[in-house]
């Protein structure tokens, strides 16, 4: 059950290195610790938030931003703007073929952060709707108490 759970946990050198290349991308030491560390994370990351926690690893913030911009670009990571205007960035999940979108939590008094992956929101689009929200690329934000304000 141990090995289990560690397997789960931890991705592979092997495994970020094929992410990367499958995107067309080199393998280098910045993008694997920016993906491993993204990777490990249950809601989506600012640059901030990635310079605290890959800066004792010797990366400038500089190179985490280079490096970000270079995996959204490659498409295995996502920007999302959680209405504070702070880009996060987070690694697109796949279900089989295609990116599977998930709504975005926010507490209104603490500001936290997190990714509902197992939310679903049905959106009944009205006349007055604009036609984009058909799209499978709208961005869901739920605000309210997180269960540590309420
Ligand atoms: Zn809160
Ligand atoms: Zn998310």
Same mark, same amino acid.
Request: hydrophobic share 40%.
């Given at each position: 059950?141990?090995?289990?759970?560690?397997?789960?946990?931890?991705?592979?050198?092997?495994?970020?290195?094929?992410?990367? #290349? $499958?995107? $067309?991308?080199?393998?280098?030491?910045? #993008? +694997?610790?920016?993906?491993?560390?993204?990777?490990?994370?249950?809601?989506?990351?600012?640059?901030?938030?990635?310079?605290?926690?890959? &800066? &004792?690893? $010797?990366?400038?913030?500089?190179?985490?931003?280079?490096?970000?911009?270079?995996?959204?670009?490659?498409?295995?990571?996502?920007?999302?703007?959680?209405?504070?205007?702070?880009?996060?960035?987070?690694?697109? #999940?796949?279900? $089989?073929?295609?990116?599977?979108?998930?709504?975005?939590?926010?507490?209104?008094?603490?500001?936290?952060?997190?990714?509902?992956?197992? +939310?679903?929101?049905?959106?009944?689009?009205?006349?007055?709707?604009?036609?984009?929200?058909?799209?499978?690329?709208?961005?869901?934000?739920?605000?309210?108490?997180?269960?540590?304000?309420?």
């Amino acid at each position: 059950m141990a090995t289990k759970r560690q397997k789960k946990e931890a991705t592979s050198l092997a495994e970020l290195q094929g992410l990367l #290349r $499958g995107a $067309g991308l080199r393998s280098t030491g910045p #993008r +694997v610790a920016v993906l491993r560390d993204l990777l490990g994370r249950a809601a989506p990351a600012s640059h901030a938030d990635l310079c605290d926690a890959l &800066r &004792r690893d $010797g990366f400038d913030r500089a190179t985490l931003y280079r490096n970000l911009i270079d995996l959204a670009d490659a498409g295995i990571v996502s920007r999302v703007d959680l209405g504070d205007h702070v880009w996060r960035f987070e690694v697109k #999940r796949r279900k $089989g073929d295609h990116v599977a979108n998930h709504p975005h939590f926010v507490c209104s008094a603490c500001g936290v952060v997190s990714c509902l992956p197992d +939310v679903a929101v049905r959106i009944t689009r009205g006349p007055s709707a604009p036609r984009s929200l058909a799209s499978k690329d709208v961005a869901i934000q739920l605000t309210a108490l997180c269960d540590a304000c309420v």
